[in-house]
């Protein structure tokens, strides 16, 4: 499974940490923070629950270090129980997903060469489909996993993730043409 | 579907930083202290969950031929007995029946060796 690790982390530090190298496992967290907590956020539309979840994620790795077999093995592990415990939260608390965001929440966001605003749309237009449909394009756009990964970490086949994402990206298309946030052409 | 839009949508969608201090924040709620797995056991473990099924079938599958050996030696034992035992009983009956057989013929014989009475001479003369 070839997976993106977008950060080069030094060799044995996944050692150091199962060893219980506190320093470590803190480096672990900040390479995949912002991942997980971006799965967070973008699920929940919040950002106290988003960082809930985050930090859910990185105790349930701390007591599952030993499980882990490898750095790619462990930010698909990261991914996926994000995005697990994302769709439970949501099955458990059905009106958090559908909030829109916080006000000030994009203050979170990074500097980008793209529209903020349409950034901000999209991720309310997110908030609109079903929370497996999200996490599926959240994994796929956001994370840059494909198909079979993002069926991997959702116990998804296949052909069910294909059409979540042709759905929802017909979905979020006519949305967006409907805002006028994207032209008909580059669409 | 358009590869423009899936592009929009991918920087759209670009990973937001964490919040500041998050990482010390999970640090401070880690428990005091992370109790590894012992890595000695822990394969031994993954074996045991592993082939626990297919040993049990082989330990029952084992235990099931054994077990009909047995039965099958017992039935078989049982049955040779009850044979020997007939046999026997047989072979005493025809013994009998021969001591018997004998005795008359013994009888028999003294029957006919024996010499005319002379009472009998007087009635054949009459």
Do not use: C
């Amino acid at each position: 499974m070839a997976l993106n690790v977008r950060q080069p982390m030094p060799d044995g530090l996944l050692e150091r940490a199962r060893a219980g190298d506190a320093g470590a496992f803190a480096e672990l967290v900040r390479t995949h923070q912002r991942s997980v907590f971006s799965i967070g956020w973008r699920m929940l539309n919040r950002r106290d629950a988003a960082e809930d979840l985050a930090q859910d994620v990185f105790l349930q790795l701390y007591r599952k270090l030993d499980h882990i077999e490898s750095l790619e093995h462990l930010g698909f592990w990261l991914r996926r129980v994000a995005a697990n415990l994302a769709i439970d939260w949501l099955r458990r608390l059905p009106h958090m997903g559908t909030q829109p965001l916080e006000a000030g929440a994009e203050i979170a966001a990074p500097q980008r060469e793209e529209d903020p605003f349409m950034s901000r749309e999209l991720d309310k237009l997110l908030g609109e489909l079903t929370p497996s449909a999200r996490a599926v394009m959240l994994l796929r756009y956001q994370e840059d996993l494909d198909v079979a990964e993002v069926g991997a970490a959702l116990d998804m086949p296949v052909n069910t993730v294909k059409s979540h994402i042709k759905r929802s990206l017909t979905q979020l298309r006519s949305r967006m043409i409907g805002a006028k946030l994207v032209a008909q052409e580059s669409v | 579907m358009s590869e423009n839009f899936e592009n929009e949508l991918r920087r759209a969608l670009r990973p937001v930083d964490a919040p500041a201090g998050f990482t010390e924040r999970v640090m401070r709620a880690l428990p005091e202290k992370r109790e590894p797995v012992v890595a000695s056991q822990e394969p031994a473990q993954r074996m045991m969950k592993r082939f626990a099924i297919p040993m049990a079938f082989a330990a029952a599958l084992v235990l099931s031929v054994v077990l009909g050996q047995h039965v099958a030696d017992v039935q078989g034992q049982r049955l040779a007995d009850e044979q020997r035992a007939a046999g026997l009983a047989a072979s005493r009956e025809l013994m009998q029946a021969l001591h018997v057989t004998s005795q008359k013929l013994d009888l028999a014989y003294q029957a006919v060796q024996a010499p005319p009475s002379p009472a009998g001479d007087e009635e054949n003369r009459t």
